[in-house]
């Protein structure tokens, strides 16, 4: 008789929601073109990091609809482990999110996730899917704006990531059209003092510090005071700064065409995880998040114009070159 090996466990589970994504070519008032696939920050990153070569485990709930199928097969097919994964029995659908082109490259993003599946996220999802070997727990702020459970689950999570030694990454990820900032604070507060860790733009700062009215440098000495490892601060088209104990390091951002930014920090988280995984110096984490955010703005879509890791090398030909 012979057995099977056991599934190697995941370098880094991310915990979230992923919804199906219609993007419309137009203003969706006149009845544009639309094209389904798949958003999540959290699936986002998963996906990133598994073109990069790391075995990555995305954990949520999906509906037992063909939207949820659709999750399933596109994160599996992207080499993902949804193993862990649930999918609602309580007839709760999937969420869903429509993008609409507005004028130039601004977008408007309408999200239909009240009372969905992934809102439905409990403790008993996650923390059986947290092992000892898993380097890294991926959390957003976004998850916990869903509902009470899922907040609650996200802390859990945490917490147990944390007696387990592995470390927690949270990126703030403020959505204020999910929860105003005085609910945030309150959330993301005591789920930010778990985070080994942190990565927010400047005005998500004082979402996650005790004094919100301290200025940027301030509000990241407190967070490495709290025990917060790295702080890392992204700056858009100007960059990132990263924080440590040892000292602040800053990159400028890579130059590219722009033709969507939509998923550009979720590139750029996925990158710098990937640098960690790879025990890479400050600059090279910086730089390869910096080249995987790069990827995301120059393509359309998410997640689907995501680097492997052969495609990194490719920011550094020059422009116009032609691969024969």
Do not use: K
Not at 133 to 157: F, K
Not at 159 to 169: E, I, K, P
Not at 210 to 217: K, L, Q, S, T, V
């Amino acid at each position: 008789m012979t057995t099977s090996p056991a599934t190697p466990v995941p370098e880094v589970v991310t915990v979230g929601e992923a919804m199906a994504a219609l993007r419309a070519t137009g203003p969706i008032r006149l009845a544009p073109p639309m094209e389904l696939s798949i958003a999540g920050a959290e699936s986002n990153v998963a996906i990133c990091l598994a073109r990069l070569g790391h075995r990555t485990a995305w954990i949520g709930r999906v509906g037992a609809d063909p939207f949820g199928a659709l999750i399933l097969r596109t994160l599996r097919a992207e080499g993902v482990d949804t193993t862990h994964t649930r999918t609602d029995i309580q007839g709760r659908p999937t969420g869903l999110l429509v993008r609409e082109d507005a004028i130039g490259d601004l977008a408007a993003v309408h999200y239909y996730r009240d009372r969905s599946a992934g809102s439905a996220l409990h403790p008993d999802d996650v923390l059986p899917a947290l092992h000892p070997g898993t380097r890294i727990l991926h959390l957003t702020g976004i998850t916990p704006a869903l509902s009470p459970t899922a907040a609650r689950t996200a802390l859990a999570a945490a917490a147990h990531a944390r007696h387990l030694g592995t470390t927690v990454c949270l990126d703030v990820n403020h959505r204020a059209r999910l929860w105003t900032h005085q609910q945030a604070r309150q959330v993301l507060l005591p789920l930010a003092r778990h985070a080994d860790l942190l990565i927010a733009s400047a005005d998500e700062l004082h979402l996650v510090t005790d004094d919100p009215a301290h200025d940027e440098d301030h509000a990241i000495a407190g967070l490495l005071a709290q025990g917060t490892r790295e702080v890392v601060i992204t700056r858009g088209g100007d960059g990132a700064t990263l924080t440590t104990a040892d000292g602040t390091h800053h990159t400028p951002a890579r130059r590219v065409p722009v033709v969507d930014v939509i998923g550009a920090g979720d590139a750029f988280v996925a990158g710098y995880l990937s640098g960690v995984l790879d025990n890479l110096t400050t600059e090279q984490r910086l730089h390869r998040a910096t080249a995987t955010a790069a990827f995301a703005v120059a393509t359309r879509g998410d997640w689907e114009g995501l680097p492997t890791r052969t495609d990194l090398a490719l920011l550094d030909t020059p422009a116009g070159t032609t691969l024969r």
